[in-house]
């Protein structure tokens, strides 16, 4: 372990709270040097939907390699990309209705928020973006300006200008689209006339706050009413996090640009990409640009697993029936120890329980470590669980990490009342 501590950077995060090594990965499950097993909760913060190591992915990838396939290509044309293209196409965008050209950027999410930020100002001749409250939409200088968390924010070094925060929906019991609506129709409301506005449909590391249906379908109708863009930011909540392959879908909403990063990959390869309606692409060649925009890996393992998931509704009701399963264990607990948690949070196989100590929750989480868990905090105050496990977990598996989570929390509880006591 000294290497990490002697050369890795001080901002270094996770394997903080995961102080092993960790050598093999297999489905939802993570094995350490010492042939611990551990649970994984966490899949990559989302990058992960398909497990670790995906037999039909890792195939799909092997075979490609071993035909000497392009591995790098820039922005050329190559047969990975024409077949991931083909395949998004018709099996994701063409069923939808959706009519969208694909931009690869640098393989990033934040990357891929950057150049929706960037065109939306380009084709608006407008500089203004409208964010929310607790969004979170990565580490850049333009996307960590649309960020809420000030732990992030104060990394920066810099003012970070052109945006305007409002209220998410939920947030202080404040109606933040009526407020928007407002202040988009008075002259000395001071907000400048937004080129788009950028969310999440449902805010991850912000706390899995959950736009409705309504407040989404509201949005809409105001921005298209007033010329300003909808961007949204569907890095972690895409890819079927949410049970459907886009996050916005239940809404109805068709967003004018789309980022995606995280799983659309597949294996957890490196991929970034922005989806846009067509009369939006004003870019000039090599305008927004970046040297692994063509990982021709990743195109490959991409295809693979929208073939392999979504081409019918099979994959979508087994998240649905997962989703279930987390959210039985999630209104079990909250009956059982009031005393810890506050309330659910989330929707699909993005959900969390808040807690109502910060502390409590980090401590939970250490428990369940300790018990064969990877399991993560989020929200302003880190005072969520956040179960966050691969899309392609089994029932039993599911159980299993539950029993985890469960006996843990069991643990803290009763260490919490001899205490008290």
């Known amino acids: 372990m000294s290497i990490f501590k002697k050369q890795e950077s001080n901002v270094r995060s996770y394997c903080n709270s995961f102080p092993v090594i960790f050598r093999h990965a297999k489905g939802c499950w993570l094995e ?19 497990g670790h190591n995906n037999p039909i992915l890792k195939h799909a990838l092997l075979e490609y390699i071993a035909q000497d396939g392009i591995t790098h290509g820039l922005d050329m044309h190559t047969d990975a ?12 965008l063409e069923p939808r209705r959706l009519d969208y050209k694909v931009q690869f950027t640098g393989p990033t999410g934040t990357n891929a928020v950057e150049a929706a930020i960037k065109l939306a100002r380009k084709v608006t001749g407008r500089s203004n973006i409208v964010t929310f409250t607790n969004g979170f939409h990565g580490c850049t200088l333009g996307a960590l300006a649309a960020t809420g968390n000030q732990h992030h924010r104060g990394g ?30 008075d002259n000395s409301s001071g907000l400048d006339h937004p080129a788009a506005v950028l969310l999440e449909t449902v805010q991850g590391e912000g706390g899995l706050n959950v736009a409705s249906n309504e407040w989404l379908q509201r949005l809409s109708k105001i921005c298209k009413k007033h010329g300003i863009l909808v961007i949204v930011d569907d890095i972690q909540a895409g890819c079927g996090r949410t049970g459907t392959f886009f996050s916005f879908e239940p809404s109805g909403i ?56 979504w081409a019918n509704d099979d994959f979508s009701r087994h998240i ?21 948690f506050v309330q659910g949070k989330g ?3 993005m959900q969390g329980i808040e807690c109502k100590n910060s502390n409590d929750a980090g401590e939970i989480a250490k428990l369940c470590f300790e018990r064969g868990m990877i399991i993560e905090t989020a929200g302003p105050n880190d005072e969520i669980l956040k179960f966050f496990c691969p899309l392609t977990i089994s ?25 008290a006591s």
């Open 347 to 349: 929707r699909g196989m």
């Open 254 to 309: 068709q967003p004018d640009i789309v980022t995606l990063s995280k799983s659309i990959g597949g294996y957890g390869l490196p991929m970034a990409l922005v989806l846009l309606k067509p009369e939006l692409d004003k870019w000039l060649p090599g305008e927004h640009n970046g040297t692994f925009r063509g990982n021709n890996h990743a195109f490959v393992t991409a295809a693979k697993a929208i073939e392999a998931y």
């Open 320 to 340: 649905q029936a997962r989703s279930l399963q987390v959210s039985r264990t999630i209104q079990r607990l909250l009956k059982q120890h009031p005393e810890l």
């Open 32 to 50: 350490t040097d010492q042939g611990e097993r551990y649970i994984d909760f966490l899949a990559g913060a989302g990058s992960l939907n398909y």
């Open 81 to 92: 990309k024409a077949h991931f293209l083909s395949v998004l196409s018709n099996h994701i």
């Open 156 to 185: 920066a070094g810099i003012p970070l200008a052109g945006v305007s925060r409002l209220p998410y929906e939920g947030y202080a019991d404040i109606d933040g689209l009526a407020l928007f609506e407002t202040m988009l129709v």
């Open 395 to 419: 029932e039993s598996e599911l159980e299993q990490g539950l029993h985890i989570f469960e006996h843990a929390v069991e643990a803290y509880s009763a260490t919490v009342t001899q205490k």
